[in-house]
């Protein structure tokens, strides 16, 4: 679970405390909030990597007629992104980790007028650090699926699935549920709404 502190920083369920204000956490870790290539340090070995993916985007209200006007039929929620953290070791300075960052699943379209279904939302997308020049096995996240739109009739749909965590062994540990923070929401009302939306990943790198 990720708790936005304010002023860049966010503390995790497992108690530690990053700031996200830059693309530097601290003297020796390092933010991603999009795709990139992490350099092994000098004198470095091994690592800690933390991964998370993007949330899904609710689904869009839909309406159902009830006595002389409509009554909004709420979007399911997207699904939770996935979180994974490992020690990765056995490195070499020099060469390079390839990092993949998931984007936040956009929110349903609601429906304005009418009795019709909303759309649905969109998926978060995958989080990940694989091989660059150096050789790694690969560990990812995958995002929360999309929300399914509010239908014609009263019953809210079921909410998506949450992501997964893929790829992490012991030392290390995944969590595949976080926080309310890290899915859409549904809305109920008309058109786009920011907190539709699911939640962007990242990935940090503490060494």
Same mark, same amino acid.
């Given at each position: 679970?990720?708790?936005?502190? @304010?002023n &860049?920083?966010?503390?995790?369920?497992?108690?530690?405390?990053?700031?996200?204000?830059s693309?530097?956490?601290?003297?020796r870790?390092?933010?991603?909030? #999009?795709?990139?290539t992490?350099?092994? /340090?000098?004198?470095?070995?091994s690592?800690?990597?933390?991964? =998370?993916?993007?949330?899904?985007? #609710?689904?869009g209200?839909?309406?159902?007629? !009830? +006595?002389? %006007?409509?009554?909004?039929?709420?979007?399911?929620?997207?699904?939770?992104?996935?979180?994974?953290?490992?020690?990765?070791? &056995?490195?070499?300075p020099?060469l390079t980790?390839?990092?993949?960052?998931?984007?936040?699943?956009? %929110?349903?379209?609601?429906?304005?007028?009418?009795?019709?279904?909303?759309? /649905? %939302?969109?998926?978060?997308?995958?989080s990940?650090?694989s091989s +660059?020049?150096?050789s790694?096995?690969?560990i990812q996240?995958? +995002?929360?699926?999309? @929300?399914?739109?509010?239908?014609? $009739?009263? !019953?809210? /749909?079921?909410?998506a #699935?949450?992501?997964?965590?893929?790829?992490?062994t012991t030392? %290390?540990?995944?969590?595949?549920?976080?926080? =309310?923070?890290d899915?859409?929401? @549904?809305?109920?009302?008309? @058109?786009?709404?920011?907190?539709? $939306?699911?939640?962007?990943?990242?990935?940090?790198?503490?060494?």
């Amino acid at each position: 679970m990720a708790t936005s502190l @304010g002023n &860049g920083l966010i503390t995790f369920g497992d108690n530690s405390t990053q700031n996200t204000a830059s693309s530097y956490v601290g003297p020796r870790a390092q933010y991603f909030s #999009a795709n990139g290539t992490f350099t092994i /340090p000098t004198g470095i070995t091994s690592l800690k990597a933390r991964v =998370v993916s993007g949330g899904g985007g #609710a689904g869009g209200n839909g309406r159902y007629p !009830s +006595g002389c %006007g409509y009554i909004d039929v709420i979007g399911g929620y997207g699904g939770y992104g996935a979180q994974g953290i490992q020690w990765i070791t &056995g490195l070499t300075p020099g060469l390079t980790l390839t990092i993949v960052v998931g984007t936040a699943g956009a %929110g349903g379209l609601g429906v304005q007028s009418g009795r019709n279904p909303g759309s /649905p %939302g969109n998926a978060g997308t995958t989080s990940s650090i694989s091989s +660059g020049t150096q050789s790694i096995s690969t560990i990812q996240c995958t +995002g929360g699926g999309a @929300g399914a739109a509010g239908g014609t $009739s009263p !019953s809210q /749909p079921a909410a998506a #699935a949450n992501g997964t965590a893929t790829g992490f062994t012991t030392p %290390g540990y995944s969590l595949t549920n976080l926080s =309310v923070d890290d899915r859409g929401l @549904g809305q109920a009302g008309t @058109g786009y709404y920011p907190n539709n $939306s699911g939640t962007a990943g990242y990935v940090i790198i503490e060494y």
